[in-house]
């Protein structure tokens, strides 16, 4: 995050026109050493600043230079701000300096910048258990522009079964999760949810967007996301498993597994989330060894069924038996 916190002094020294090593650590929230450094290398990267030695010394750009940011286009702004946003993955100290960032901006690009910081998010929890490799969808930067400025947009849509439609929405926000990108929007029916890699046109139109009031990326997309898994996986069983297997269960079903307390003979209740009966039975019947379903009675008849399968297969006596 060296980048992030150069350009970060630079701004600093714009505002304050004079600055010190101690007072950039503490605005940036490292050690003077690293201060130092950091101003010795934008010196070495050719900005015009130097160091006044002394009583009442510091750091200062020559001649009072400026550098203008406010020609950020959406896709550096993006690349700068969103360091400091949910979609980050860096550290709490970066994320500190990126914010002291923002605020050091003139006034007419605050606003974009922490736009900028909170129009994606990256879902780490992917559906699914398949590897991906996520690709950029054709439209994502137009869309993310327009949630930046705040714009509605006429946006192209080809849905799941090949129908091309057109609507105007309100952009709220893009989320990625897995190998796909989401933009969530506001529309009059409501909060909706599209698939960047299905839009097929953006045309930013006049009009603000409507933002529900106390709308937040984060927890919408986490409601949204609660509302697929249920979708995807309707049923839900109940069932006890051995303290040694829990993480085995947990390898095998990820976030559909909840874990609850003990019961009397040490075992750890547990509720998992399937498809439908006889596809949750074929999954759990490696782990038969450490879990008991309890219910419904359905997935225990399927597993009953799966079991005699298996010795009339493999059993002693049996014609492919040992």
């Not at 690293?34 to 009442?56: F, H, I, N, W």
């Not at 309890?294 to 597993?303: E, F, I, N, S």
Request: contains cysteine; aromatic residues 6%; glycine residues 10%.
């Amino acid at each position: 995050m060296r980048a992030d916190r150069l350009v970060a002094i630079l701004l600093l020294l714009q505002q304050r026109e004079l600055v010190t090593a101690a007072e950039v650590a503490r605005e940036l929230e490292v050690s003077e050493s690293t201060a130092r450094r950091d101003l010795d290398a934008l010196a070495m990267a050719g900005v015009p600043v130097y160091s006044a030695q002394g009583r009442g010394g510091g750091w200062r750009l020559v001649g009072g230079a400026r550098t203008d940011l406010t020609g950020l286009t959406a896709g550096e702004a993006r690349a700068l701000f969103q360091v400091a946003g949910p979609a980050s993955s860096a550290n709490p100290a970066a994320k500190a300096a990126l914010r002291k960032l923002v605020q050091a901006l003139p006034e007419p690009f605050r606003v974009l910048a922490q736009a900028a910081a909170s129009s994606m998010l990256v879902d780490p929890h992917r559906w699914g258990v398949s590897r991906f490799e996520r690709t950029t969808p054709p439209f994502l930067d137009d869309i993310q522009d327009a949630v930046i400025h705040g714009v509605q947009i006429r946006l192209g849509y080809v849905d799941g079964d090949g129908s091309v439609t057109e609507r105007i929405v309100h952009p709220l926000g893009v989320v990625a999760k897995g190998p796909t990108w989401y933009l969530v929007t506001h529309t009059g029916a409501g909060r909706r949810t599209f698939r960047i890699d299905r839009v097929s046109s953006v045309e930013p139109i006049d009009g603000p967007v409507h933002r529900p009031e106390g709308f937040d990326l984060a927890e919408s997309w986490r409601e949204i996301a609660d509302e697929v898994d249920r979708k995807r996986t309707p049923l839900e069983i109940q069932a006890v498993c051995t303290p040694e297997g829990i993480g085995k269960l947990r390898m095998t079903l990820g976030d559909r597994l909840e874990v609850g307390g003990s019961t009397i003979d040490g075992r750890i209740e547990v509720v998992i989330r399937g498809y439908n009966e006889y596809a949750l039975a074929g999954e759990l019947a490696g782990l038969v060894e450490w879990l008991e379903v309890t219910d419904p009675p359905g997935v225990r008849d399927h597993l009953t069924l799966i079991g005699n399968a298996l010795i009339e297969r493999y059993g002693r006596d049996s014609p492919n038996g040992p």
